[in-house]
Nanobody
Framework: QVQLVESGGGTVQAGGSLRLSCDTSRYTYIRNCMGWFRQAPGKAREGVAAIDTYAGWMYYGDSVKGRFTISQDTAKTTVYLQMTKLTAEDTAMYYC???????????????????WGQGTQVSVSS
């Protein structure tokens, strides 16, 4: 049963922007760290961004620093990923994920995240 629901994916031209949303309202487990990950065909999963839901600290993968912003709404039920200056290299399936512990070193590997959504496709045309 999927309890994390991503939305907002689509096709955009290079240089454009998209905002992804992750609805966590039906996720009944503790979620102290929320992350966004992506996986392109033939490539390994990559940690894009993470947010500590109570402290508000944010973390980013090197490839998206300065272009992507993770945030959450005041009710802490929706996590967003604002993506700007998109390039073809950003084309991937994007997943949100939940970790019961606060974000920790190595979050980008995704191994500590137990809850995962089904993903939303982002395609960037050059």
């Amino acid at each position: 049963q999927v309890q994390l629901v991503e939305s907002g994916g689509g096709t955009v031209q290079a240089g454009g922007s998209l905002r992804l949303s992750c609805d966590t309202s039906r996720y009944t487990y503790i979620r102290n760290c929320m992350g966004w990950f992506r996986q392109a065909p033939g490539k390994a999963r990559e940690g894009v961004a993470a947010i500590d839901t109570y402290a508000g600290w944010m973390y980013y993968g090197d490839s998206v620093k300065g272009r992507f912003t993770i945030s959450q709404d005041t009710a802490k039920t929706t996590v967003y990923l604002q993506m700007t200056k998109l390039t073809a290299e950003d084309t991937a399936m994007y997943y949100c994920a939940a970790d019961a512990s606060p974000c920790r070193v190595g979050w980008s590997r995704g191994e500590d995240f137990r809850g995962w959504g089904q993903g939303t496709q982002v395609s960037v045309s050059s």
